[in-house]
């Protein structure tokens, strides 16, 4: 089956055809760096992640590339912004380095496969201003009182990601732009000056302290005077620069498809004569209940706090649970099914090594094992080629699990190159894939797992050297209903998990 991508420009679900047959160019929509990350922008981290894997299996290069924003109203907002006694920082760049440094290692502990680049707004000012004159001298665009503004009517296809007409497009821009502009709707590629008073306010909370009332947002010289560029234009300039005037796959949020995106392609093809992407993919909306999970409505969990209550195996297991095109909603309900059918899949990933290197794995021993390892690989690889299906790919992966937990249970002597083959199958389905780690995540817990036992049993000793025995016989029975088995020897306590 050929690889099938859903394609917002074209609303079809098209033949993967890129412009180069052995390397693929993507660039995905970045964060901008305003706030710590939550579990709605690592969900989409995990399905770029898993569509680069997946591209690379397919035999692709694959240049990836994922911008940073760290020039934005809502940075400047954060200025002296004093919590827990420190401040986030004094000026704009102090603020966006403070976030980008745990964003980095966000993406670390969620087991990403790195972008080529991760270009940030600031270093690209240069290229921002070289293709914003390029859109004045082919008449996209005109300056007003030293901001420059692109003229939707110049642009015949305006709206064509969105499905809009110009006539239906609203307003675009913040109130005090509207008299500068020719039309309602264009867009703002440079803004003259700083970030005005009143883009601070609207980012500002009243439940924060800040050390600074009127924080200024940094400025760069241009031929139109001193200002800033917009927010649309930063990600054309970046794309351009790293990977290519026209590339393969654009990849965002769906509630970037407009304006965000389609501003992108008004003024990308206006300054190249050339299509912009040829696939654009949308993640649908993370929700926390009814709303969608976001910083500004203060309902998210951070990413470092939820690698550290649940482990990367499990939030990788719940995001891939869900298509990338489809809503997905967090509950503890939905968490703990993950962390199960983690469970499930790490246990029948180990008995599976244990039996193919345990005396009963034989050469000669025929089974349906080696049948099923074919049917999971055909059904994993058609589920991805769907529209990187993974809640398909990985029910492919659970029917192998399922297939060899039979033949360990019912078999007497084990068939080696049916262990073989499905051990092959999770590594490169499960872990080069969907990214799970199954050899370093199980390590990783089983030594946390030890310190925390040997806690408990230093806390158990003192209540025995105190006298409160039923206290020490409570802390024992509650680490056997854990699966710690406990004996007490001469020498001290003793246990195994």
Known sequence: MTLRLSNTLSGEREAFEPADPDDVLLYYCGLTVSDYAHLGHARTWVHVDVIHRWLEHLGYGVRHVENITDVNEKIVARIGERRDGETFGNDESAVARTFIGQLLADMRSLNLERAEVYPRVSEHIPEIIELIETLEDRGYAYESNGSVYFDVTEFPNYGKLSNQSIEDVEAQGIEEERSEKRHPSDFALWKADGVSESAVAEHRRDDRE??????????????????????????????????????????????????????????????????????????????????????????????????????????????????????????????????????????????????????????????????AVDEARAAFTDAMNDDFNTRKALAALFDLAAAANRHLDEADEYDYRGLRRSIEAFEAFGGDVLGFDFDGGAEGEATLAGELVELVLELRAREREQGNYDRADDLRDDLEALGVEVQDTDDGPTYRL
């Open 210 to 371: 800040y050390d600074c009332d009127a924080p200024e947002g940094e400025t760069w010289d241009s031929p139109w005077g001193e200002g800033r560029p917009g927010w649309h234009i930063e990600c054309s300039a970046m794309s351009m620069t790293h990977l290519d005037s026209s590339i393969d796959i654009h990849m965002g949020g769906r509630d970037l498809v407009f304006p965000h995106h389609e501003n992108e392609i008004a003024q990308s093809e206006a300054a190249t004569g050339e299509r912009f992407a040829r696939y654009w993919l949308h993640a649908d909306l993370f929700q926390m209940g009814d709303e969608k999970m976001s910083s500004s409505l203060g309902n998210f969990i951070p990413v470092g706090e939820a690698v550290e209550r649940f482990g990367v195996n499990p939030l990788r297991m719940f995001f891939v649970s869900a298509s990338y095109n489809s809503t997905q909603t967090y509950s503890e309900a939905a968490i703990e099914e993950a962390l199960e059918r983690w469970d499930r899949l790490e246990t029948a990933y180990d008995r599976i090594v244990a039996a193919a290197d345990g005396p009963d794995a034989r050469t000669k021993v025929k089974s349906p094992l080696c049948e």
